[in-house]
């Protein structure tokens, strides 16, 4: 008999990262599970020259789909699931003032409480398996930067999800990986473009003088990042290389903006960052006349 087929399930499969990983992944032997939120979605992802990608309708917000998602991976895979990859995520590009708090509770419903959703539901079939988790953070989850915000608050709360899980799955063998991309060329930075523009529209007047730069500012930097040198392949790599490794890291950072910002937070004060922060995005403090 051959060696049984490790399934993987992968959320947040209709482009960019999520998808790059799903086919690698099927391409080098492993059996994928590909979350997607329709059906349209998943049409796209059926390719005959791969046919161990398999696309499941998954809303990883909605408590009902994920059930049945995990229905379907415990009847369909005798040995439980070698991997979850929650890489399902959403941004706001936006000043933390500025954001709505259903906003804020949004973006943590689908960055942070879902992949811990995720996480228990998989569980049981993690466990079968001796299957490890691998969940995908940013760079922006351990420095957070002016006009992410929010975002970088979810994805440090998943961080520490992870910090933590990694200690507490160890009776079970479970290893815990977190990946950090930086700016990966990828679909998300044209949304970023339309929700900036739209944005800068509703700033208010008694506001605008000092917000106005950092939208703008925002902008310029967007779309260097939609020219990002680093690939949702090259994040892929790292994923599979993570589910190959025999002992994988807990951390691994993919890009060379990564690895920068990994640097400036471990050798630079502060107080200097957040001043070389502010110089970067032409903010000058206000005065009271």
């Excluded at 009776?171 to 930075?189: A, D, E, K, L």
Aim: with cysteine; net charge positive; charged share 20%.
């Amino acid at each position: 008999m051959g060696k049984p087929l490790r399934t993987v399930l992968i959320t947040g499969c209709s482009s960019g990262i999520g998808q790059a990983t799903a086919v690698l992944l099927a391409e080098n032997g492993y059996r994928v599970l590909a979350g997607v939120r329709s059906a349209e979605q998943a049409a796209k992802l059926v390719r005959p020259e791969l046919p161990l990608l398999e696309p499941l309708l998954l809303d990883v917000t909605n408590e009902e789909d994920v059930a049945h998602a995990v229905e379907f991976a415990q009847a369909s895979s005798s040995g439980g699931l070698y991997g979850l990859v929650n890489n399902a995520g959403v941004g706001l590009p936006a000043a933390v003032e500025l954001s709505t708090l259903d906003e804020v509770r949004q973006l943590f419903e689908v960055n942070t409480i879902a992949p811990l959703r995720m996480i228990q539901s998989c569980l049981p079939l993690l466990r079968k398996s001796h299957g490890r988790v691998i969940n995908m953070s940013s760079m922006n989850g351990t420095m957070a930067l002016p006009m992410v915000g929010v975002y970088s608050a979810s994805k440090f709360a998943l961080e520490a999800l992870s910090d933590a899980l990694r200690v507490e799955l160890r009776p079970w063998r479970i290893p815990v990986t977190i990946i950090r991309p930086g700016q990966v060329r990828t679909s998300i930075f044209e949304k970023a473009r339309n929700s900036l523009n739209e944005r800068s529209q509703y700033i208010p007047s008694e506001l605008k003088s000092a917000y106005d730069v950092m939208y703008a500012r925002a902008g310029e930097f967007n779309e260097r990042g939609a020219k990002s040198t680093t690939s949702p392949e090259m994040v892929a790599s790292v994923v599979l290389k993570a589910l190959n490794a025999k002992r994988p890291r807990s951390h691994y950072t993919v890009g060379l903006d990564a690895l920068g910002m990994q640097l400036a937070k471990s050798l630079v004060p502060q107080r200097l960052l957040d001043r070389t922060l502010a110089r970067v995005m032409s903010l000058v403090e206000q005065t009271n006349d």
